[in-house]
Nanobody, 126 residues
Framework: QVQLVESGGGLVQAGGSLRLSCAAS????????MGWFRQAPGKEREFVAAVSWSAGSTYYVDSVKGRFTISRDNAKSTVHLQMNSLKPEDTAVYYCAARNRFRKVDYMDYRNYDYWGQGTQVTVSS
């Protein structure tokens, strides 16, 4: 089992920044690629960003490219999502997720992730 705990959400004005963190515990952190997803009310869970186990590769949904940065610190078993130039449409619950890196699957599909955090609310006011 892997336990994931997110933090860093909150209320921010449009154009502002937030940094989400996700602390992992349990199994070997480097056995997992990590991702961030978000879900707004009435919408499906949406892929936001992912990072490989070594942090050598990162991936983003087009709508956040150039504004969000995903990173991980394997020594501290943490993953972060730096969010800049936030927009009202970024408002959602943000989830951290872990995916077994030995399975070659679509990193954008939330169904391929094995463990999830409880989520943290991000609200961007206009």
């Amino acid at each position: 089992q892997v336990q994931l705990v997110e933090s860093g959400g909150g209320l921010v004005q449009a154009g502002g920044s937030l940094r989400l963190s996700c602390a992992a515990s349990g199994r070997t952190f480097t056995d997992y690629a990590m991702g961030w997803f978000r879900q707004a009310p009435g919408k499906e869970r949406e892929f936001v960003a992912a990072v490989s186990w070594s942090a050598g590769s990162t991936y983003y949904v087009d709508s956040v490219k150039g504004r969000f940065t995903i990173s991980r610190d394997n020594a501290k078993s943490t993953v972060h999502l730096q969010m800049n130039s936030l927009k009202p449409e970024d408002t959602a619950v943000y989830y951290c997720a872990a995916r077994n890196r030995f399975r070659k699957v679509d990193y954008m599909d939330y169904r391929n992730y094995d463990y999830w955090g409880q989520g943290t609310q991000v609200t961007v006011s206009s």
